[in-house]
């Protein structure tokens, strides 16, 4: 039973458009989080959510808007895709500082 | 401003000798570090951890040595199997909420 799960895999979609990742954890964790993994190979957070409640928005565009429905889903909507946006997200959980267990990842390709 | 550095993008080992993977961080803030292990087309998985008043700790054949007048820390891995071939990185954290800064990672080679 997968712990950190996020739909889709692989995603594939041309410039302009709306794309969402789903993110869901059954691991009764209070903190979500989602990173972005550059081309460089760099993970870099993006946003963070504790119960539900935004905490942590680093320097990421407007169009990127994370919404949290319970403490068990995280969701990345991206509005107007651009080619930078083309990168693995990857979504996280934790409960204190005992490390966080990561999603598999999303592979977003915009063409 | 990169605050983790990991300057060894690779590191080839021979199966049964020590891997030693490096790590340098620039922010005193940090109080909690954590290696992760991450294998192609999954997300990383958590390996080892050590606490800033600590300057070891060791889980099997994985020991974290710290520096904290160094800023350095160190995962050494002996002795080196063939599946522990992966991705591995430094990942501290202190200075906000759960956050974590990652280094940009070591690829790890395991011959047999």
């Known amino acids: 039973d997968t712990a950190v799960s996020q739909t889709p895999k692989y995603l594939v979609t041309q410039m302009g458009n709306d794309k969402s990742i789903k993110c869901e954890q059954n691991?009764?964790?209070?903190?979500m989080y989602w990173y972005k993994q550059d081309s460089k190979k760099f993970l870099k957070i993006m946003f963070s959510y504790n119960n539900k409640e935004l905490i942590i928005n680093e320097t990421v565009p407007n169009r990127f808007s994370p919404k949290s429905p319970d403490k068990a889903h995280l969701n990345l909507h991206i509005n107007s895709l651009e080619l930078g946006d083309s990168a693995v997200y990857f979504c996280?959980?934790?409960?204190?500082?005992?490390?966080?267990?990561f999603g598999s990842g999303t592979r977003l390709t915009v063409v | 401003d990169q605050q983790v550095k990991q300057n060894s993008p690779s590191l080839s080992v021979q199966e049964g000798r020590i891997s030693i993977l490096n790590c340098d961080y620039t922010n005193s803030m940090f109080d909690y570090f954590l290696w992760y292990k991450k294998y192609p087309a999954e997300g990383p998985t958590f390996l080892i951890s050590i606490s800033s008043i600590k300057d070891k700790n060791e889980d099997g054949r994985f020991t974290v040595f710290l520096n904290k007048s160094a800023k350095h820390l160190s995962l050494h891995i002996v002795p080196s199997q063939p599946g522990d071939s992966a991705v591995y990185f430094c990942?501290?954290?202190?200075?906000?909420?759960?956050?974590?800064?990652f280094g940009q990672g070591t690829i790890l080679t395991v011959h047999p």
């Open positions: 691991l009764g964790h209070d903190t």
């Open positions: 990942a501290p954290s202190g200075t906000s909420y759960g956050k974590l800064t």
């Open positions: 996280a959980s934790s409960q204190g500082t005992a490390g966080y267990t």
